[in-house]
């Protein structure tokens, strides 16, 4: 632990004129363990050589600055040598709260006692390093995959391409033309896939198998061991980190059958076109006959008896993208395309309009409905809800369907890609609809296997320049991901962290909780049913100790008894109603921004609360709930990521571990008698900033009707 405190506290950007910071001085001077004690008009300017300067001359090791947010300046106020610890007096205290008043100088004072204890209780980080593989594999050799491969071996690292098929480029391979890419979007392109077969064969650096699965993998970033098959039996190799760009397959054709996919030899899906389009002849299956009408259906309405609720850009510019080939090689046809929401993103509306000005094809939403065939062969259908009003039946020579493009990475029996030796299953975790994607939006690439990345149609349905895109995108991640492994650092999204989790075994129960509740299957179990750490596995959220019922499991700079004496360290009133006290466990990653931006906004919300930061609500155990009411505080406020299937937990199940902890928590204050309103649960995105002080006042409002905790003074 630190031995050696400098407390250094700014008076810049109101804090000076806001609060009285002679009072943080004597504050800070009263603790033993502080021995220098400075203030400054502005610690992020010309005085920040100061505090470098006693670190050298004086030997700090432990640093407590009292100023703006941690979320800024971070580069100015980080050190190597010593520990850092930010105390928020800017965005949470001077600028939302009224100046001067008892109650922000109460709220500033305990914001740097707790900063303190902080300081206090961090231990130097002791990072695991360990032997490191700069090679990267990637599975998948369509655009996606050829991308990732030639994009890390540019950038200098080994590369082993894996390829299931006897052949590269995947189904770009068989495609006939692309939708346009450039200016002016007019004209179909062309698919080039072997220049960039070429340019990944060619690279020194870059190996690539056919025909080859993987049979096994285990191990965690920095070193991976893989078993590959090919034909000439297996081999092993040892890889840093993984891209996953295996693309997509096909879905079901019974799935269709209500189209008269798999029933009339004439309906057929965009892949039968594309094959049909390479041999430059476009005819009925049914008898190698002309066609003269053709139906494109864009299934990508929930009426739609196949609805996918995905893919609609892709599957539009497809329909589009075909309409002209039909067109092209059929130059007396006519097009009908019937869709539920055209959708073509950005540029592509002038592809769009393009196709429009044909006058042979004829746009119109619509519910296709009792396909059948007619006695001269053709293919008959209603359509309804169409914009002409009513329903319409239209016969056809070919009628096609938007083909499925379901993700490799979805629950099918086989094949196994990836037979990942985790207690946490052989495969990557997917959502809903089978994509390998555990935050898209804040960290795209990223999934819940730590160090394997997806790229291309695995993580959203994409086109070919997409897919392109997403294999480099990937490989610069895997890239990072090595890079950091390297130095025993976090990955994402706590960049920097070389804490890692650490185990008292001696009180270990065996009860698997930990293990269980880790998103990233960091955590193994041995025989005994003990934890295993994997630690470049981790992503140092902290859910494996909220998840320990005795508390078994703690970082150097973030444990339960460091939280717990930061709740001892706020300074409670006693026999004073009007001054309640309600602690509030906000996720350092939306909750915390979001009450710094209402700060910004110079929003003022109640002074009776004090907000201690924490790595992800899932980390919060229920015995700090106990600890904060048993001290004193009349409520406890836990403000988290959205949960859900739409959730914005950066580890995934966060919040919803903590909500389901809940109940623990109620149990637990039902035994103090105490009311279960004390303690509430508040969903809050990064942009909610202008909700927080609506929601933390009709919090107070509600302590104040329950009344002052009967634990004050004990």
């Not at 001067?100 to 006692?113: G, I, K, M, P, V």
């Not at 893989?226 to 019974?254: F, K, L, M, N, S």
């Not at 309009?353 to 293919?379: A, S």
Request: glycine letters at 8%; one cysteine or more; charged letters at 25%.
């Amino acid at each position: 632990m630190s031995k050696k405190l400098g407390v250094y506290v700014c008076e810049g950007c109101g804090i000076g004129t806001c609060m009285d910071t002679q009072k943080l001085v004597e504050i800070a001077s009263s603790e033993n363990e502080v021995s220098v004690v400075r203030t400054s008009p502005a610690f992020c300017l010309e005085d920040s050589k100061v505090i470098q300067e006693d670190i050298e001359r004086d030997g700090v090791d432990g640093v407590v600055i009292a100023a703006c947010s941690p979320r800024v300046n971070t580069d100015v106020f980080r050190s190597d040598s010593a520990s850092v610890e930010r105390v928020n007096i800017r965005e949470q205290v001077a600028w939302c709260q009224p100046p001067n008043h008892e109650e922000t100088q109460s709220l500033a004072d305990d914001y740097l006692r707790v900063g303190i204890v902080r300081a206090q209780k961090t231990s130097p980080p002791s990072p695991y390093t360990d032997s490191h593989e700069r090679r990267i594999l990637v599975i998948g050799g369509g655009s996606a995959g050829l991308a990732a491969a030639a994009s890390a071996g540019r950038a200098g690292f080994e590369v082993l391409l894996v390829e299931e098929r006897e052949q590269l480029g995947g189904y770009a391979a068989r495609l006939h033309l692309c939708y346009p890419q450039r200016p002016p979007y007019h004209e179909l392109a062309s698919i080039d896939i072997e220049t960039s077969i070429q340019e990944a064969a060619s690279l020194p650096n870059v190996r690539m198998l056919v025909g080859a699965e993987i049979v096994e993998l285990s191990g965690q970033p920095g070193h991976y061991d893989v078993t590959i098959r090919t034909g000439a039996g297996d081999e092993q190799a040892t890889v840093g980190a993984i891209v996953v760009a295996t693309g997509w397959v096909p879905g079901d054709p019974a799935r269709h059958e209500v189209y008269g996919l798999g029933v009339y030899p004439d309906v057929v899906t965009t892949m039968e076109v594309e094959e049909m389009a390479q041999q430059r002849a476009i005819r009925r299956p049914s008898d190698g006959g002309p066609v003269k009408r053709v139906a494109f259906v864009v299934c990508d309405t929930g009426a739609d008896d196949t609805h996918l609720p995905y893919g609609g850009s892709v599957w539009s510019l497809v329909a589009l993208k075909q309409a002209l080939y039909v067109r092209d090689l059929c130059p007396d046809s006519i097009v009908y395309l019937f869709y539920g929401d055209m959708q073509t993103p950005g540029q592509h509306e002038y592809f769009y309009k393009r196709v429009q000005d044909d006058p042979q094809i004829l746009f119109t939403c619509g519910e296709i409905r009792n396909v059948r065939k007619d006695d001269e062969g053709l293919i008959v259908f209603e359509a309804d809800q169409t914009v002409v009003g009513g329903q319409m039946e239209i016969a056809v020579d070919l009628l096609v369907l938007s083909a499925d493009m379901i993700p490799t990475t979805f629950d099918f029996p086989s094949p196994q890609l990836l037979n990942l030796q985790y207690q946490k299953g052989k495969e990557l975790p997917t959502n809903k609809f089978g994509f390998a994607d555990s935050n898209f939006i804040c960290f795209p690439y990223e999934t819940e296997r730590t160090g394997i990345y997806a790229a291309g149609a695995v993580r959203q349905s994409m086109d070919l320049a997409a897919s392109a895109q997403d294999g480099t995108g990937a490989a610069l991640k895997a890239i990072q991901c090595i890079e950091r492994s390297s130095e025993g650092e976090a990955v994402h999204p706590r960049v920097h962290d070389l804490s890692y989790p650490e185990f008292f075994m001696q009180k270990c129960t065996s009860c698997g909780r930990c293990s269980q509740e880790c998103p990233f299957s960091a955590l193994e179990v041995d025989d005994n049913n003990h934890p295993v750490l994997e630690p470049n596995r981790c992503r140092r959220c902290g859910i494996c100790m909220g998840a320990c019922p005795v508390q078994i499991i703690s970082f150097n700079d973030y444990s339960v008894d460091m939280l717990s004496s930061m709740i001892n360290a706020v300074e409670i009133p006693e026999d004073d109603e009007d001054k309640p006290r309600i602690l509030i466990f906000a996720c350092e990653n939306d909750a915390y921004p979001a009450l710094d931006m209402a700060g910004i906004a110079r929003s003022q919300y109640p002074a009776c609360v004090r907000v201690i930061p924490v790595r992800c609500l899932g980390s919060v155990n229920s015995v700090l709930v106990a600890d904060a009411v048993s001290r004193g505080f009349d409520g406890v406020a836990l403000l988290g990521c959205k949960a859900g299937e739409d959730y914005q937990c950066h580890f995934i199940h966060g919040s919803e571990l903590l909500d389901a902890r809940m109940d623990n928590v109620r149990e637990t204050l039902g035994r103090l008698a105490l009311e279960s309103e004390r303690v509430k649960f508040m969903e809050i995105e990064i942009t909610d900033s202008h909700r927080i002080p609506g929601l933390l006042e009709e919090f107070v409002d509600t302590i104040k009707q329950v009344g002052p905790n009967p634990f004050k003074g004990f």
